[in-house]
């Protein structure tokens, strides 16, 4: 927690009441920067300087703070002392949430930092008589001593609207926040108050500082790194950091922008496929409600970028010029793109029996023109966040480029042996192929005793049941039974090890009709159910309930690309991607919670034309000035991992002597 936690920039609406409860003075201000500060007499108040105007200040005394839309970056301050409703929106939901952390902590976390009254009326008096004009200052850096001693003197908190215990809290919910408390590892009641998911709690690395400051500067940034580096977490604290009017967060795939939040490009875009010619893509993009979204859209944020179609790429930016009538690059809008190109590329239709959409020469989003006329700033991050041990990073360093040594070969494939089983709980196959993940899931739990338990999603909006079931993990209906083997699909607890992507078994359905699931490390979780959020194309809102399980035998690697995942088996003899066998291997934590059953250096390769553009990326990382591109190679085909050209292997040479991300 720094400085920071205590200013915060948004929209305010002030509206005061007489003593009759009639409306008086109003005040609107687009943009104002709300600070914690003391005066001499150490009491707090809230400062609104609203632009170029003079701040205003209101005493933090008998306040009620209303957050339950802090989500959306609102929330409400009712000043009972001075009769004045503070309205605040459009405020970054991340800098909001620890703004009102911080008020919350600064208001109970002192001893006396709320003198009474007699002391007060003394001091006043001494500062009077003084003749010192006043002073006020800003507050200091929350501490844990403050944190503690909030938590001590509030107790556990409700949930609801106000900074100070609720005494109206009934019975029912107090038992359901101890639960919760106890279930959730007993995170301190002021923490919790504010916190969103639990990863609120990591702190972002300098590296990832560095981006995160880029992109709320304005700038459009592309940031990559290898599998595991932090890339949709530092994602999500981008969006946290900005203000939601005017802000998209997509993907290339409904799971990755279920991750941030997000909707996927397709549905925003209003492109459809992308594969009509480009005046019918105007056209499509021209009718009201998709004019409507790119005309509001101020920043655009795209992860697993690697999967997004060249073509598809280069339509949108000129889309984005037509709707807005903008010429510059996306006709103005900020652009923050992130993934990682050695990681899957863009699916070709062809493989499903249509026409390719893009021509191999501009299969990747960076062989558009669109590219080089848009990003203006690019960081890779180095640090390896997802695997601890510095074996398998090295090697997975190693995959991620194509290159394959005699020691690595050894190693992956001593791991067939493996015994990566624990707890009743099975290995999840990792297939190439999605109908073979869906077959195993299917039969596995057809042939299990005992009678199936349907748990049935519900969804705020019935008629969007599919487009959610398109985004969200957790299916609209799951069909369970007792030694189903299941996966995680949130983070309840990040220490207890119960984290998206842990696997267990349900061991029984509980009174309440609630899977009990014992996870890998023995513990035992009554699944309740939990919510998630996705935004649509036009910025509403859609949310889902459902106990937060998935069937996990079996997954697709396609379908796996941006998790994190225990305990893998996979067979990658029928790998079709570059890429893609690092991908499965990179979702692991550790050597030791994966089994390669057949594996082979013929599974691995890299895309040359990526491996090309990573050079000339480095390279542009060193000395910051646009360079073009090297010549197009032609896409290489499974299989050429081994038999690589001699300037290919000079290419992931020169790559091998700068690794991309450095070992330590
Ligand atoms: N600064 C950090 N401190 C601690 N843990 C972090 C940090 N950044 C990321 N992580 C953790 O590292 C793991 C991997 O992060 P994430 O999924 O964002 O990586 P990624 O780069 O998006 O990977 P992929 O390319 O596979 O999508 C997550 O469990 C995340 O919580
Ligand atoms: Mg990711």
Known sequence: MDLNDAVLTCAVNMQWTNSVGVTGRKLAYKTATLRLVRNDLRELFVEVTPEKLKPLKFKLKDLMVHKKFMAEGKATFNFKAESCTMYLSNAPPGTLMFFLRTIFIKMNGKEGAQPDDATLQKKLREHLMSGKPSSFEDVSPVTTAEMILARKKTGLLSKGSTTTPSPQASKKRRFEELREERDKGGLPAAKKLYQSTTDDSLKLSEEQMEVLRACTSGKNVFFTGSAGTGKSFLLRRIISALPPDGTVATASTGVAACLIGGTTLHAFAGIGGGDASMQRCLDLASRPMSAQTWRKCKRLIIDEISMVDGQFFEKIEAVARHIRRNDRPFGGIQLILCGDFLQLPPVIKSDFGAAPSSTPQQRFCFQSSAWETCIQ????????????????????????????????????????????????????????????????????????????????????????????????????????????????????????????????????????????????????????????????????????????????????????????????????????????????????????????????????????????????????????????????????????????????????????????????
């Not at 994190?564 to 790998?575: A, G, N, Q």
Request: glycine letters at 6%; one cysteine or more; charged letters at 25%.
């Open 377 to 664: 700033c690019v960081y890779e991050l180095k640090q390896v966040h997802r695997q601890s041990d510095p074996e398998f990073v090295k090697i997975l360093n190693h995959l991620r480029i194509g290159h394959v040594n005699d020691t690595i070969t050894t190693r992956l494939a001593a791991t067939s042996k493996q015994k990566i089983e624990g707890n009743g709980i099975l290995a999840t196959q990792l297939c190439s192929h999605t109908n073979d993940a869906n077959s195993i899931n299917e039969s596995k739990l057809e042939n299990l005793q005992g009678d199936k338990v349907l748990f049935k999603a519900d969804d705020s909006d019935a008629s969007m049941t599919k487009q959610m079931d398109q985004q969200v993990q957790a299916p609209s209906q799951l069909y369970l039974k007792v030694n189903a083997q299941v996966m995680l699909l949130k983070n309840i607890n990040i220490a207890n090890g119960l984290v998206n992507g842990a696997r267990g078994v349900v061991v029984r359905i509980d009174k309440d009709n609630l899977p009990v699931v014992r996870f890998k490390n023995n513990q035992e979780y009554v699944c309740r159910h939990e919510k998630w959020i996705i935004k649509t194309a036009t910025g509403g809102i859609l949310t889902r309930r459902q106990v937060p399980l998935k069937l996990a035998w079996a997954f697709s690697i396609h379908k796996s690309q941006g998790l994190t995942l225990d305990c893998v088996e996979m067979s990658l003899s029928k790998v079709f991607e570059a890429g893609q066998a690092y991908v499965a291997l990179s979702r692991a934590k550790s050597l030791q919670s994966i089994r390669i059953l057949d594996f082979d250096a013929k599974q691995v390769w890299a895309n040359p034309q990526v491996l090309q553009f990573y050079k000339g990326f480095r390279r542009k990382l060193m000395d910051t000035t646009m360079i073009p591109l090297g010549p197009k190679n032609k896409d290489k085909k499974p299989g050429e991992g081994k038999s690589a050209t001699s300037a290919l292997a000079k290419l992931k040479k020169s790559l091998m002597n700068k690794p991309l991300v450095s070992i330590s």
